[in-house]
C-alpha cells in the first residue's frame, strides 16, 4: 500500500534534525577520502520495492556529472525539461516554470551542494518548515537517457531537475508515490508559495471573467497549470481519439506559458511536459490562421517542443481545470499558525445540517483597515475534503453558520487550498478555522498562513481550560422512561434534568459533553430562564444545539450577555433503544453558580375541572395538568380548533409523565 504523499513528507520532518549537519560531514569525509558519495538510505543502494520494480528493475544507475562533465547549475532553462516515463507531469510542469527563475533554483539547493563530490541537499517546504533531502548523484538511465525527468536537448545537463525529482521521491518512499498531483502543490513545496485550483474553468468562467484573472496573475509572475478531461468529450471518445484529432493528452498536466490578447483575441500558451505532442486545432505551429502581424504580437515559432498557442475560448472547451500559485506580494505582512485535527473532530463544516463545529480550533484575525487578503493551508493528513474557513462572526468562536453571517469557504482534498478575500469591515475580527469531512483514526496537522497589506494580528481562542473555573455532573439516558422530549413539540421537557448557571458579570461559558455511542439523536438546550425550560418559547431566548447520531464527544462555547436571569441548559433525546451515559464539564474564566434544578416539596394541590360547561367536546375529550419548573404548578389545556375544543393530555410529576384518563361532559379531578 502507498502512503500517503503528505503523511510521508511529515513523517520525514520529523525526523529532520542534524540533516545539514550530516550533509557537511558527508562532504568533508568525501574530500578527505577522495570518494564519491554513495546514499545508503536510497536507491540504488536499497532493494527496489515492489511499486517501483517496473520502472526500475532493468535501469542502469550513472552518474550525472559523469555522463554530461558539466556543473549542477549550468543549464537552467524550462526549453530543455522533459517529462520521463514516470506520471508526475504535474510535478515537471512546475520544474519547467521553477526554471524561469534561476535564483529559486538554486535556493532549493544547500549551498555547499557540488557534483564533484557526487551528493547534494535538496530543500522542500512542509508546514512551514525546510525539509532536506539527502541524495546521491545516480541517476537511472536507459541506454543514453535518465529514464525519468531529463534533457529535451541532446547534450543538455538534467543535473538540478533530475536531482530533484529524486530527493523527493526519497522523501516519499519512492517514485511511484510521487506520480499524479496537482502543480500548485509540488509548487507549494517548492517555494511555500500560496497555491490554490479551480475545478472547472468552464463554470467559474460564468461568474467572472477568468481570462482577466489570468492575465492579472501572470503579471504577477504566477506559476499556471491545467489539464484536460475527458469529461469535455463525448462519451463515444477515447484518450487516443482525443490526442489523434486535435493532439491533446488527457489527465494530464500542462503549464501555462503566458496569457495575452493580440489583434482581437485571446490567447494561451502552454507547454507539455513530454516536450511532444502538440494542439493541432486553430492558431497551433502548423494552423493557416496565423499572420504576419499576429506571429511578430505573439513570438510565433513552428518547432515540435510540446508548446502552443490556442485561443481562450478552446482552451477553456478542452481544459477544466486550474492550479496555480502567486509569490508573496511586496511589503505585504504575513503570519502563520499550525494546529491539529483529530478524528473525533471530523465533519464538523459550521454548515446547515453539520455538528457544531465550536470544538474546532479556532483563531481570531483582527484587521485595521478594508483590505485584501490570502489564506492558504497545507495539510498533512488523510487525503480527504478540508474546508477552510473565513467568518465574520463579530470576534466570537464558530458554531453554526447561518444565513446572517458572512462567511467564505474553500474545500478541497488537495494537500494545499487557499482563499483570497477582499474584508470590508473590519469593526470585528474575523474567524478562521479548519474542518475535515472525515479522516478515521488519523489526525490532520495543517499550518495556515495568513498574507496582507495591512498590518493585522491573530490570536487564538483560549482552549486551555485547566486554569479556568469548572463545575461537572453525569447522567444516564434510559429506552423508554428518558425519551421522547420535544421542547418544539408537544412534550414538554420540564420533565427532564436541568441545570442553571448564574454569572454576575457577561462571560462566555465553555463546555464538554461526552457521552457514549449512540444511534439516537441527543439535544442540548440552553436558554434564560429562573425555572426549568418547559417549551422553546421565545421568552427564554433559546438556542438549541444538535448532538448527532454517533457523536460522542461535543464542545458548545455560549457567550452570556445577560446576568439577571439563570442560563439553563438541558439535555434530552427524541427516543432511543440503547442506553445513554453522560458527562459535562462546564468552564470559565469568570466564576459563577451551577446547579441541577431540583422538583421541590410540595403539598397535595387538587385542580377540578368541569367541562359540563363546553358545549362542543370531543369524544372522548383529554386534558393536561403538569408541573412546570421548581416552584410553580401550572395547569394547561392544548387546544385545536377553538377554545372549547381540549384535545391533550398529560400529566408530569417528578419528572415522570403519567398519561391522563378521559372524560364526558363531567367532572374530573387530579391530585399532585
Known sequence: MIENRSISLFKQLQNSVNIEKQFELIIEKCKKEKKKYVDPDFYPSIFVNENDRPYLEMAEWKRVEEFYNTNLFEDINPEIIGQGILGDCYFVSALIYLSQFPNLVKAMFHPKS??????????FYILGEKLPVIVDTQLPFDSDSPIFTHPRIEGKNPAWFSLIEKAFAKACNGYVPIESGQSHVAMHYFTGWYGDAITDIKEMNKLGDVFLSLLDMKSRNAMLGSSVSMSRFSIHNTPEDVKEEIGLITDHAYQILDVKEASGNQFIKLRNPWGRFEWTGDYSDSSNKWTPLLKKQLGYTNSDDGSFWMLYKDFIKYFKDLSYSLPPEKNWNQKAFCGKIDGYLDKRSACGGSKNAGCLPQWLIKFTKPTEIRIHVEISGPQTFHGLNLVYNKGERVQVINTDIISERESTNSSVNGLQYFIEDFEHPWTVFLDRSEGADQPSYFRIVVESADNFTITKFNDDYSKMYSSSDLGVFKPGIDDGWNPFGDKAISGCRQWYFKFTKPSMIHIKIFKSLSESKHHVLFGYNDEKMSMAYTSIEPKHFNLNEMTDYEEIHLKIDKIAKSCVMCIYRDKGKDETKFKFIAYSENRFEFGEILEKECDPIKYDFDFSEFD????????????????????????????????RVGLVVNGQIVEGGTQQKSKCCLIL
Open 114 to 123: 557540488d557534483l564533484s563530490h557526487g551528493v547534494v541537499c535538496i530543500y
Open 616 to 647: 362542543t367536546i370531543p369524544q372522548p375529550a383529554n386534558f393536561v395538568a403538569y408541573r412546570n419548573g421548581p416552584t410553580t404548578v401550572n395547569t394547561e389545556l392544548y387546544q385545536n380548533g377553538n377554545e372549547n375544543n381540549v384535545e
